[in-house]
């Protein structure tokens, strides 16, 4: 709710609607076209990350090195220490200051990211810098009017406060932290969270709520402009517990989107199936984490569900047998080959949107050349997947995972049929097919 005077007028947050006649994915291909004019993204680099099935915010030196290592030789260009590196203990509800902890980096964190740097990798780091831990030291000396409040009182959720951007000090605050650990640490990398749902936004120094969330949001994306023009070569991650704020507010500016944090390897690939209906491909972050306890289909369907995307890699890969670190190392090699041809491609959905227990799932990338597909058979008892295509192919060429003969087969290109066997679930293949 808004009050105006006589006179005055309120413009409201802007949407944009697609029409399509046919099939829904051509709606989805018209606002990816509409997105891509409100964002260029211009590389694509490959990104380890500590957190996912890996360290899970638990990092210290020593355990960073061996990562910081094999990231490297897999060929990932950029290593970013995730949550948890400024305290020990109940490090969700502590952060807010974002100083190291030389508790878990004896030697500093610099020593940690000039490791990173000497293993020919760019560094990035974990923040959140619209929230306050309730348990950090400064969290009750912290101004009201920096916080968001409900009748009087500071709105908190998950251990957490809400800082409030339309103070200009919280602004300068803010800018503070992003100038110290840039600058400090050489980053290239900000991974930017927020993991809080306050749909009830502030009722300070406004007309209702959804008044001070909504001049929040506005005095946050200007702050966020702002910054990137002092740090142009820096990515910013857009990440909200792996999947919130998924919109073109934050995306129109922000060059990556955190996709999900599902933990499940077999729904994260349902999610990255269907992810281009709200983002475009070349800013979704996909995790690909080969487990301990995985074994190669396990491996290559991790990677698979990431190649059309933007590869987060994350999982143990310190515990990859040489085989199955061979194979991810060959899917990034892979990735780097078609990753520029991502973001001119528009999504190709040819066995429809998925749904949650879909048995089979097949995403496409079309440009006017060819087609990338990522197929993947999860539960379904059924060994062979019939793809119609709706144009005459002349040639298909598996990409990834190099199989031996009869694991992986292709037919009936005359019928416009792209049969794919696939003999064991929880398996994934990567192909490209050239148009006639």
């Known amino acids: 709710q808004k009050k105006l005077a006589f006179g005055q007028s309120f413009t409201t947050v802007p949407a944009v609607a697609a029409f399509y006649h046919g099939k829904p ?20 680099p490959v990104i380890f990350n500590d957190y996912m099935n890996c360290l899970m915010g638990d990092s210290t030196t020593e355990r960073l090195r061996p990562y910081i290592k094999l990231a490297a030789q897999v060929g990932c260009e950029i290593f970013v220490v995730d949550c948890g590196w400024y305290d020990t203990g109940d490090w969700q509800y502590t952060f807010g200051t974002f100083e190291e902890c030389f508790d878990r980096y004896p030697g500093g964190l610099g020593e940690v990211m000039e490791e990173i740097h000497a293993n020919g990798m760019k560094a990035g780091l974990w923040l959140e810098l619209e929230s306050f831990g309730i348990r950090n030291t400064k969290a009750e000396s912290l101004p009201k009017d920096w916080l968001f409040m409900c009748h009087g009182k500071p709105v908190t959720d998950s251990g957490r406060y809400h800082l409030d951007f339309r103070n200009p000090q919280v602004r300068e605050n803010a800018s503070a932290i992003v100038k110290r650990v840039v600058e400090k640490y050489g980053l290239s990398y900000l991974k930017i969270d927020y993991n809080l749902c306050l749909c009830w936004g502030t009722d300070y120094n406004s007309d209702s709520p959804g008044d001070g969330l909504l001049a929040h949001n506005r005095a946050y994306l200007n702050w966020l402009e702002e910054e990137m023009k002092k740090y142009p070569d820096v990515i910013w991650e857009n990440c909200g517990s792996g999947g919130l704020r998924m919109d073109y507010a934050l995306l129109s500016r922000m060059d990556i989107q955190s996709v999900s944090d599902q933990e499940d390897y077999r729904i994260m690939a349902m999610i990255a199936a269907n992810c281009a209906c709200g983002v475009l491909p070349e800013q979704a972050g996909i995790w690909a984490y080969p487990r301990q306890e995985g074994d190669m289909d396990e491996t290559a ?22 085989e199955r670190f061979g194979l991810v190392r060959e899917a990034i090699a892979c990735y780097k080959e078609i990753r520029a041809d991502i973001r001119s491609s528009v999504p190709y959905w040819p066995l429809g949107l998925h749904s949650f227990d879909a048995g089979w799932l097949c995403f496409g990338l079309r440009s006017e050349a060819r087609i990338y597909l990522s197929i993947i058979r999860r539960h379904d008892k059924r060994e062979t997947l019939h793809i119609p295509m709706e144009n005459s192919f002349s040639n298909v060429r598996l990409l990834y995972p190099r199989v031996t003969d009869g694991e992986v087969c292709f037919t009936d290109k005359e019928n416009r049929i792209l049969q794919v066997n696939l003999p064991r679930q929880n398996m994934g293949c990567f192909v490209m097919l050239d148009f006639a």
């Open 301 to 322: 369907m991790n990677m698979v569900s990431a190649m059309p995307f933007r590869i987060h890699l994350g999982g143990h890969l310190t515990e990859l047998s040489r």
């Open 25 to 44: 994915e051509e709606g989805f291909q018209a606002l990816t076209a509409y997105r891509r004019k409100r964002k260029i993204v211009k590389e694509l």
